[in-house]
């Protein structure tokens, strides 16, 4: 399968800081990729889907402007979690297609796990 | 309309068992029903999906079943071995249309030695 590559894979960081996430599609071009939200024992909650040369869709109840979503490659997505704060501390994933229309497939990173003090 | 709800929550299965997880879903619009796995601190892994035209599909020891009436389908890991433990979801997508996933709730399988 593809491969999709995320990185940190974790990170700590202060209260009021900045924190970016790569996610990169290594072997193949992705103009969509998915970021993920995912707290312990819960299942994957999407937050945005990401197109590569325009704006982000967040989906409903997702602050974009905390987090900010960059899509300026065919193969890199970043997330940037800005101001961050406790309640933000979780496990991000994002995921990337591979195909076009009926036959496209999600190959998912393998998510950072972000620490907020 | 856009939920799949999965069972059961947990599952322990004896090694060399069969593990069977079942999902339901609402929408009509779904057109393709990946089966991914996850172990703790690690991305889904795609394992098996398959598409409405077809009722069952097999790779390996995975099997999914897939009933387009009841708007049911399952996922039956046979020869079940302790390297299966992980979490598995079952997501479902209209790839004509948004093309998102929705995830199910996941299930814990833990296969015992």
């Known amino acids: 399968g593809a491969v999709v590559s995320q990185h940190p894979s974790w990170v700590i960081c202060k209260s009021g800081t900045s924190v970016k996430i790569e996610c990169r599609s290594l072997?193949?071009?992705?103009?969509?990729m998915f970021w993920y939200r995912q707290f312990p024992k819960q299942s994957l909650m999407l937050m945005a889907t990401?197109?590569?040369?325009?704006?982000?869709?967040?989906e409903q109840g997702v602050e974009k402007d905390k987090f900010l979503i960059n899509h300026a490659s065919l193969t890199l997505s970043t997330l940037t979690v800005t101001s961050a704060h406790p309640e933000d501390s979780s496990f991000y994933i994002c995921?990337?297609?591979?195909?076009?229309?009926?036959?496209?497939?999600?190959?998912f990173g393998a998510g950072t796990r972000l620490s907020v003090l | 309309q856009q939920q799949v709800k999965q069972s059961p929550q947990s599952l322990i299965v004896q090694k060399g068992g069969i593990s069977i997880i079942n999902c339901a879903y609402e929408?009509?619009?779904?057109?393709?029903f990946p089966w991914y796995q996850q172990f703790p601190g690690k991305g889904p892994a795609l394992l098996i999906a398959?598409?409405?035209?077809?009722s069952e599909k097999k790779e390996g020891r995975f099997t999914i079943s897939f009933n387009k009436s009841a708007k049911q389908f399952s996922l039956h890991i046979m020869d079940s071995q302790p390297g299966d433990s992980a979490t598995y979801f079952c997501?479902?997508?209209?790839?004509?249309?948004?093309?998102?996933?929705?995830f199910g709730k996941g299930t814990k399988l833990t296969v015992n030695p």
């Open positions: 995921s990337a297609r591979v195909g076009q229309g009926k036959k496209n497939i999600q190959y």
């Open positions: 072997d193949f071009q992705a103009t969509t």
């Open positions: 990401s197109n590569e040369g325009s704006k982000a869709t967040y």
């Open positions: 929408n009509t619009a779904f057109d393709y």
């Open positions: 398959i598409r409405p035209d077809v």
């Open positions: 997501a479902a997508s209209n790839q004509g249309g948004s093309e998102k996933l929705v």
